[in-house]
């Protein structure tokens, strides 16, 4: 199928960022694919975006096994093409740890959907944006990739490698025409698992980070104009989050 008008793949459309980019480029006139695991919470949010006058495909896959990325771009391009973007951001539970108590093994369970996964997506669709002069790879994750914080080891590690890829690509593409950029949110994302249970923590009196909260919308409003402005390729979110 060849793409007539712009497309954004939104991999990791559970609650949070992954939702408000797929409404925000919904609302610029992209089509929407949306991709994650599980089929009834994708189909329920595409008949929201297409109550809203918006182009929603659903595509489910499971974003840790890297060797049915093939498949997975071919069932994408079945519904729209080479997509113009995609916003890569799976989101799973932290399970932070202390970097004296990590291992070699966790790290090894956390590469497949973190990077591997990411660097397939981009070996399927970049030639088509380069090809075009124009695209973008998009993606948010927590700002501990920017810098090594106490008792927040774990997938940050990995999540490190992924920013410093991206950062990579990024200086790479740029006179091709592409945009890869980046969005480190130090906050707790409002309507997502992760801030039901720092708020039911809180509530019950437990100890829980100093975090300030997020408004999914407003980061991808910020996305957005990232894209839009081509600027700087990331941001971290409060701003001046590490001085």
Same mark, same amino acid.
């Not at 918006?54 to 049915?68: C, F, K, M, Q, R």
């Not at 994408?76 to 799976?90: E, L, M, N, Q, S």
């Not at 410093?164 to 990024?170: D, I, M, N, V």
């Given at each position: 199928?060849?793409?007539?008008?712009?497309?954004?793949?939104?991999?990791?459309?559970?609650?949070? =960022? @992954?939702?408000?980019? &797929?409404?925000? !480029? %919904?609302? #610029?006139?992209?089509?929407?694919?949306?991709? +994650?695991?599980?089929?009834?919470?994708?189909?329920?949010?595409?008949?929201?975006?297409?109550?809203?006058?918006?182009?929603?495909?659903?595509?489910?896959?499971?974003?840790?096994?890297?060797?049915?990325?093939?498949?997975?771009?071919?069932?994408?391009?079945?519904? =729209? @093409?080479?997509?113009? &973007?995609?916003? !890569? %951001?799976? #989101?799973?539970?932290?399970?932070?740890?202390? +970097?004296?108590?990590?291992?070699?093994?966790?790290?090894?369970?956390?590469?497949?959907?973190?990077?591997?996964?990411?660097?397939?997506?981009?070996?399927?669709?970049?030639?088509?944006?380069?090809?075009?002069?124009?695209?973008?790879?998009?993606?948010?994750?927590?700002?501990?990739?920017?810098?090594?914080?106490?008792?927040?080891?774990?997938?940050?590690?990995?999540?490190?490698?992924?920013?410093?890829?991206?950062?990579?690509?990024?200086?790479?593409?740029?006179?091709?025409?592409?945009?890869?950029?980046?969005?480190?949110?130090?906050?707790?994302?409002?309507?997502?698992?992760?801030?039901?249970?720092?708020?039911?923590?809180?509530?019950?009196?437990?100890?829980?980070?100093?975090?300030?909260?997020?408004?999914?919308?407003?980061?991808?409003?910020?996305?957005?104009?990232?894209?839009?402005?081509?600027?700087?390729?990331?941001?971290?979110?409060?701003?001046?989050?590490?001085?």
């Amino acid at each position: 199928m060849t793409n007539t008008h712009n497309s954004i793949a939104v991999f990791g459309t559970g609650p949070g =960022v @992954g939702r408000a980019v &797929a409404r925000r !480029y %919904g609302r #610029a006139g992209y089509d929407v694919v949306l991709v +994650a695991r599980r089929r009834g919470p994708l189909d329920e949010f595409a008949g929201e975006l297409t109550a809203e006058g918006i182009t929603a495909h659903v595509v489910t896959a499971d974003l840790s096994e890297p060797d049915l990325v093939p498949d997975l771009a071919a069932r994408i391009r079945a519904k =729209v @093409g080479d997509p113009t &973007a995609f916003y !890569y %951001g799976p #989101a799973r539970d932290p399970e932070f740890i202390a +970097a004296a108590d990590l291992r070699a093994d966790r790290l090894r369970e956390l590469m497949p959907m973190t990077l591997d996964t990411l660097l397939a997506l981009v070996g399927e669709f970049l030639p088509a944006m380069i090809e075009r002069g124009d695209g973008a790879i998009l993606s948010a994750q927590g700002a501990a990739a920017v810098r090594g914080l106490p008792r927040m080891s774990g997938w940050t590690p990995v999540l490190a490698a992924q920013r410093h890829y991206l950062q990579s690509l990024a200086a790479e593409v740029a006179e091709h025409g592409v945009y890869v950029g980046m969005l480190y949110v130090g906050a707790r994302i409002t309507g997502t698992p992760y801030d039901a249970m720092f708020l039911t923590a809180r509530a019950e009196g437990k100890p829980v980070p100093d975090l300030p909260a997020a408004d999914p919308d407003v980061l991808a409003e910020l996305l957005w104009t990232m894209h839009a402005d081509r600027k700087t390729a990331e941001r971290v979110v409060p701003e001046g989050l590490f001085g």
